[in-house]
């Protein structure tokens, strides 16, 4: 079995996280675990770089080689690993990782805020595929002030030069003088959507930044620096993805 690598369930599960071992049996012995979609059994073996393991429903990701990243991009990064002109780009910010990962969708160089990074191709695919409509959150400081209409015409849709948009929810957060701060979120993936939808509605970005992708949030993460995704924001990727 060594060769294969394959390894008692509870070990594999207890070195995901999800408790000691004796827990972990619990969570068998209570038929909570599936692998490879079928209930698993008390003493069953899996190789943790293959099997596709749930606890109640939610994926539990045992292959240590997969790489899940939350990076606060500053403004003035590409959103590219490496940039053909020289520009600054992702991968000056995580030379410490030795796998290679790839960015999951996009921020414009003049936009900030949270962007995924991981080797997990499926993933990846699913979550920038418009058919899951992954929420995304934006906080952004426009030109003000905002009429108390805005929010009702936005939610109503927005038709811009490659079709029609809709928000998910829309509020104001502060407003000084003639700029103001508000939080959008759509689940729209094309290109400069929500600066495209401000600035037709007459409010054009002046800042913007991506402060929630589904269950991941910016948090207090700094700029230019990354974190591990938690186990509970990977399961709520992976369950909004199907996976």
Do not use: W
């Amino acid at each position: 079995m060594a060769e294969t690598g394959e390894q008692r369930l509870q070990k594999v599960l207890a070195s995901a996280g999800l408790g000691s071992r004796r827990a972990s049996e619990e969570l068998i012995a209570a038929g909570r675990v599936t692998v490879d979609g079928k209930r698993a059994e008390l003493g069953v073996r899996v190789d943790p770089a293959t099997a596709v393991i749930h606890v109640d429903g939610e994926r539990v990701i045992t292959d240590v080689r997969t790489v899940h990243l939350a990076f606060n991009k500053p403004r003035g990064v590409v959103s590219s690993m490496a940039d053909e002109q020289g520009r600054k780009g992702l991968g000056e910010f995580v030379t410490a990782v030795p796998e290679r990962i790839f960015h999951v969708g996009r921020l414009d160089t003049d936009s900030e805020g949270l962007l995924l990074l991981t080797n997990d191709g499926d993933l990846a695919h699913r979550l920038m595929h418009p058919s899951y409509e992954i929420a995304k959150t934006y906080r952004c400081e426009v030109r003000g002030p905002i009429p108390m209409s805005l929010g009702r015409r936005l939610a109503k849709g927005v038709t811009l030069e490659d079709g029609p948009v809709t928000i998910d929810d829309f509020k104001v957060i502060d407003e000084h003088e003639n700029r103001s701060l508000i939080e959008i979120v759509v689940h729209e993936g094309r290109k400069h959507i929500v600066r495209r939808l401000l600035d037709e509605v007459g409010h054009p970005v002046f800042r913007l930044v991506r402060t929630r992708i589904g269950a991941v949030t910016l948090g207090n993460l700094k700029p230019g620096t990354v974190r591990n995704l938690r186990r509970e924001e990977l399961g709520a990727l992976y369950k909004a993805v199907g996976l």
